[in-house]
C-alpha cells in the first residue's frame, strides 16, 4: 500500500468534508473548502491527493474520499452509494437488477450499476474500477416509484419501490436478468407486495407488455388476486414475447397475448429449486 502523505492543504480540505459528513464531492465543493486557494491550485492538489492515494476519481470533477486505512488500489465503495454523485442534474434512481439486489430478490451477484434518470446521459456507461454504471432513461411518465432504501446501518439511497421495481423489470426483462429471474423475485416477494399499489402503478406506466407479463407471471406462479381479471380487462389482443432475450418461438398465450417463447417447467423449475 502506497504511503499516504497529507500535507497541511490535503488535511484542510478532508477535515472540511469530515465536519459536514460528507465522503464525496465536487470541485466546486472544493473550491469553497479552500477559498484562498486559486482554482487550478485546487484542481492540482485534487489531482495530486488522487496520485497518493487519497482521493478516488469517480468522473471529471468528482471525487470520492479513501479511508485513511484503505489501500487506494483495491478500495471501491458500496456501488450505490456512487449514483447520486455522477448522474449531473438529473433526477435518478436505483432500478431493474440493481434493485432487486437492495430487495434481496437476486441469487446471482450483480456485474453493473443500473441507474433510472430523468434526462437522456451521455456516455449512457461510465466505468469506475472496472464496474460499469449504466444510465437507463425514463420519460416523464415512467418516472416515478422511487424512494429511500436503507442498504446498510447508514446510509440510505434512492431506489425503485418494490412494486415499482417490478413493473420496471417487466417492461424490460433484458435489463433485469430476464424472465426467469423476474419471476422468481414475484415469487419470493409475493407476501410483501402491495397488489393494489402495483395495479396502480401499471395503469399510471401505461405499457401492454407491462400487463400481459404481470398477469401471465401470476398465474403461472399462482398467485391469485383480484387484480388478474383487472389486468384482463385492460389487456388488448395484439401480442408480445415473454422474453426479450430468446427467439420467437414456443406456443401462443391467448388469454395474455403473449407468445411464450420460454417453457413454463423452465420457469417453475428456476424458482422452485
Request: aromatic share 12%.
Amino acid at each position: 500500500m502506497k504511503h499516504k502523505y497529507i500535507s497541511t492543504q490535503s488535511n484542510e480540505l478532508l477535515s472540511y468534508f469530515n465536519e459536514k459528513d460528507r465522503f464525496c464531492f465536487g470541485y466546486g465543493e472544493a473550491f469553497k473548502a479552500l477559498p484562498e486557494s486559486s482554482e487550478s491550485a485546487v484542481k492540482e492538489l485534487l489531482s495530486d491527493m488522487t496520485k497518493r492515494g487519497l482521493l478516488m476519481r469517480l468522473k471529471e470533477g468528482v471525487y470520492y474520499i479513501i479511508p485513511y486505512e484503505q489501500d487506494a488500489e483495491s478500495f471501491m465503495p458500496d456501488w450505490h452509494l456512487i449514483p447520486e454523485f455522477i448522474v449531473k442534474d438529473a433526477q435518478h434512481y436505483i432500478g431493474y437488477y440493481s434493485a432487486l439486489q437492495i430487495h434481496n430478490l437476486i441469487t446471482q451477484p450483480s456485474l453493473k450499476e443500473q441507474i433510472v434518470v430523468s434526462k437522456q446521459l451521455r456516455p449512457s456507461v461510465i466505468t469506475i474500477k472496472n464496474i460499469p454504471f449504466q444510465f437507463i432513461y425514463h420519460n416523464p411518465d415512467h418516472f416515478f416509484g422511487m424512494k429511500k432504501i436503507w442498504i446498510d446501518n447508514f446510509h440510505k439511497v434512492q431506489c425503485s419501490d418494490l412494486e415499482k421495481t417490478i413493473i420496471d423489470c417487466l417492461f424490460k426483462p433484458d435489463y433485469a436478468g430476464g424472465i426467469v429471474e423476474i419471476a422468481r423475485a414475484i415469487s419470493i416477494s409475493a407476501n410483501r407486495i402491495k397488489f393494489e399499489k402495483l395495479l396502480e402503478y401499471v395503469t399510471k406506466f401505461k405499457s401492454q407488455a407491462v400487463i400481459k407479463r404481470l398477469g401471465f407471471l401470476l398465474e403461472l406462479l399462482n398467485i391469485d388476486n383480484p387484480i388478474i381479471e383487472k389486468l384482463l380487462k385492460e389487456k388488448t389482443a395484439s401480442y408480445i414475447l415473454l422474453d426479450t432475450e430468446l427467439p420467437k418461438s414456443g406456443k401462443m398465450i391467448s388469454r395474455w397475448s403473449i407468445h411464450q417463447n420460454l417453457e413454463t417447467e423452465t420457469i417453475k423449475s428456476a424458482i422452485y429449486t
